[in-house]
């Protein structure tokens, strides 16, 4: 068996289309991708005759916008995209970007996430836009925001969110962005540190699992996907890495301390002020754009 890793989406589909034609039975893109693939024409249509554990998914996984009904993808793993914070003895700790982006001077050291989507998403949420905006004035002026967030004088860098994490797990700063899966083990392990979900809104992500179009073995990649969808099979996957399960049938097998997990399985009233990263067509080049003046300034 071969496994490859991967940091981003764009280096996903260039290990597909770079030489490795014929290699993958599997990949894991994340939800915005989708039309890319499909565009492409990197992925198969799933043979749903092979599935028969399909309707173990939670409906709403099953209506998403990119791929209604499965028809090239499975959900795999859901979470978000919120704050690592080391809490402060007798200081009530806000729910907020203002972590991050108030301009107080006593604000403690943080990392931002060094992607343009994720950094410029939280500062649109920050300012009360959605996390996909294509209005230009909007864009620019989260862009501003970010400009001056990173003249603070505890803004540390932009970094991924494992580096970011180990950054507040060593106590070198004291909040960074960070996705919830690594930053629930985090908690688990310390205490003293805190998983927020900011009452503004941030990203609702959902990773996948398809077949690419070339794939060698696209029978023992069904198998595979259709033992992925086995309810104990869900439930041990989602309990292993501190991330949501859109598997349904899986719940039930879910330990109670994670199902009342408010950073693992976020309430309503927070999923509401929650959004999925889109494909925005050639809206991406405003944020590529925006996010070039913001690193350069």
Same mark, same amino acid.
């Given at each position: 068996? %071969?496994i490859?890793?991967?940091?981003s989406?764009?280096?996903? @589909?260039?290990?597909?289309?770079?030489?490795?034609?014929g290699v993958?039975d599997?990949?894991?893109p994340?939800?915005?991708f989708?039309?890319?693939?499909?565009?492409?024409d990197l992925?198969q249509?799933?043979?749903h005759?092979?599935?028969?554990?399909i309707?173990?998914i &939670?409906?709403? $996984?099953?209506?998403i916008e990119?791929?209604?009904g499965?028809?090239?993808?499975i959900?795999y793993q859901?979470?978000?995209?919120?704050?690592?914070h080391r809490?402060?003895?007798?200081?009530?700790? *806000?729910r907020?970007?203002?972590?991050?982006?108030a301009?107080t001077?006593?604000?403690?050291?943080?990392?931002?996430?060094?992607?343009?989507?994720?950094?410029?998403? !939280?500062?649109?949420?920050?300012?009360?836009?959605?996390?996909?905006? /294509?209005?230009?004035?909007?864009? %620019?002026?989260?862009g501003?925001?970010? /400009?001056l967030?990173?003249?603070?004088?505890?803004?540390m860098g $932009?970094d !991924?969110?494992?580096g970011?994490l180990?950054?507040?797990?060593?106590?070198?700063?004291?909040t960074?962005?960070?996705?919830?899966?690594e930053?629930i083990k985090?908690?688990?392990?310390? *205490?003293?540190?805190?998983?927020i979900?900011?009452e503004?809104?941030c990203?609702?992500?959902?990773?996948?699992?398809?077949v690419?179009?070339?794939a060698?073995?696209?029978?023992?990649?069904?198998e595979?996907?259709?033992?992925?969808?086995e309810?104990?099979?869900g439930?041990?996957?989602?309990?292993?890495?501190n =991330?949501?399960? *859109?598997n349904?049938?899986a719940?039930?097998?879910i330990?109670?301390e994670d199902?009342?997990n408010?950073?693992? =399985? *976020?309430?309503?009233?927070?999923?509401?002020?929650?959004?999925y990263?889109?494909?925005?067509?050639?809206?991406n080049?405003?944020? &590529?754009?925006?996010?070039? @003046?913001?690193?350069?300034?």
């Amino acid at each position: 068996m %071969r496994i490859d890793y991967y940091e981003s989406n764009e280096e996903m @589909i260039a290990k597909l289309q770079l030489g490795r034609q014929g290699v993958y039975d599997i990949i894991v893109p994340s939800t915005y991708f989708i039309p890319t693939l499909l565009n492409l024409d990197l992925i198969q249509k799933l043979d749903h005759s092979k599935l028969t554990n399909i309707g173990n998914i &939670d409906p709403q $996984f099953s209506t998403i916008e990119e791929d209604p009904g499965n028809l090239h993808v499975i959900p795999y793993q859901w979470g978000t995209s919120g704050l690592a914070h080391r809490v402060q003895e007798g200081r009530e700790t *806000p729910r907020s970007w203002s972590l991050i982006f108030a301009d107080t001077p006593d604000k403690g050291n943080f990392v931002i996430f060094d992607t343009a989507r994720d950094a410029l998403g !939280s500062a649109l949420k920050t300012l009360g836009y959605s996390y996909n905006s /294509t209005d230009l004035a909007q864009i %620019r002026e989260a862009g501003e925001l970010l /400009t001056l967030t990173k003249r603070h004088p505890a803004f540390m860098g $932009f970094d !991924s969110g494992v580096g970011g994490l180990s950054k507040v797990m060593g106590g070198v700063a004291q909040t960074a962005q960070v996705y919830s899966g690594e930053a629930i083990k985090a908690v688990r392990e310390d *205490p003293k540190l805190a998983y927020i979900i900011p009452e503004e809104g941030c990203e609702f992500w959902l990773d996948l699992l398809a077949v690419p179009k070339d794939a060698p073995n696209v029978e023992l990649a069904h198998e595979f996907l259709n033992y992925i969808l086995e309810p104990q099979v869900g439930a041990r996957l989602a309990t292993f890495n501190n =991330y949501a399960t *859109p598997n349904k049938a899986a719940l039930e097998y879910i330990p109670p301390e994670d199902l009342a997990n408010e950073g693992i =399985y *976020p309430p309503e009233s927070l999923r509401a002020k929650m959004e999925y990263m889109k494909d925005l067509g050639e809206a991406n080049r405003l944020y &590529d754009e925006t996010w070039t @003046i913001v690193k350069s300034r």
